[in-house]
C-alpha cells in the first residue's frame, strides 16, 4: 500500500490499487460460499487479476496506457463465460463435457493466455529499456507474478473448478507472500520508482534534441556525439539500429548510455529515441518533398515497414502521415 500512496496519481497506481484489492478479494473468495453477494464479487474480482496484471504490465514496461480492442474481447469474454450461472449455461448446453469446456476450460485457458503474455511484456523489451532501475525490476515481476496466477490457474483447471478449501487456503497464503515480497522489493527501489513514473517524459513529438535538452548537449560529449551522429550522418535512419549498436559507434559501454539517453535527454526507451529522428526527418519531408510517396519516405527514414511508420507517428502527432500531408 505504500507504493500506492506514493502513486496513487499514475496510471500505475491505480492499476495497482485496483490489483491488490482484487487480491484481497481472492484471499477470502474460499470463505465467501455462503455470504450471498460478496461470494459474486469475490468471484468475479478474483478472476479479473489477470486482465489487470496485464493492464499493469503493459503501461508499466511498455510505457503505453491504450487498451487495445483485443484486450477487451477477452477480458470480456472469459468474465462472461466464468460468470455464468450454472442454470444458465446448463439451460444453453445440456452436455456436460461441452457445457464445461465452453463455460469453465476454455475461460482458464483465455486467463492464462494474458499471463503468459504478462511474460512476453516484461521481457521482450528488456534490451532496448533505458531505465535501468525499471530494468531490474522486469524478471521479478514475470517471476513472482506470472508464475503464481499460472500456478493458480494450472490447479483449478486441474481440480475442475472444485479445488479444495485446504488448498485454496494455501493457495492464498502463496498469493499473499509472493505479493508481501514484491512489496518488499518495491519498498527497497522506492526512490528509482519516483524516477520512472516522474522524472521521465512521455513521447517527445519531432523534438532535436538541441532544442530538448540544450544546456545538456553543452555540458556532455557524449550528447554532442550522438547529435552529430544523428544530424550529420543520419545514423538512426540505419534499419538495425539498437542501443548496443550506438553504443558500439560511441565507444561506450551500454550500461552508460543507458542513463544519458533517459535521464539527460529524457527518453524511456531506445526505440522511443531512435523513432523522434525518424520522425522529424519525416514530418519535414512530408511537406516539402510532396511527390514522393509516403511509404519511400518512411522507408527512408529508416522505419521498416508502413504500418510501423503510421503507428510511430500517430503516438507523436496524434495524426496520421497522410493528415499531416494535407495540412
Known sequence: MTYCLYFYRTPQGYTLSTL???????????????????????????????????????????????????????????????????????????????REWLFYLLPQLLKMSLVLHVIYLSLSTRSEDLITERLRMRVPFAIIFAVAVITVITVEIGFNNAVPSVISVFGSLVFFLLTLSATVFSLRLKPELVAITEATKPLIPVSTIPQSSAVAVEENPVIIAITQLMDEDRFYANYDVTLHVLAKKLNLPAHRLRPIINQQMGFKNFNQFINSFRIQEACTRLTSERQLPILTIALDSGFKSLSVFNKAFKEAYGKTPSEIRQQ
Open 20 to 98: 491488490l484489492l482484487c487480491i484481497g478479494f481472492y484471499f477470502v473468495a474460499p470463505f465467501a460460499d455462503s455470504w450471498g453477494m460478496l461470494e459474486i464479487v469475490a468471484h468475479l474480482l478474483g478472476n479479473l487479476i489477470p486482465a489487470l496484471l496485464w493492464i499493469l504490465s503493459r503501461n508499466f514496461f511498455s510505457d503505453k496506457s491504450n487498451v487495445p480492442a483485443a484486450f477487451i474481447a477477452v477480458t470480456v469474454s472469459y468474465l462472461l463465460l466464468i460468470m455464468t450461472p450454472e442454470s444458465i449455461s446448463t439451460l444453453l448446453i445440456t452436455n456436460k463435457v461441452y
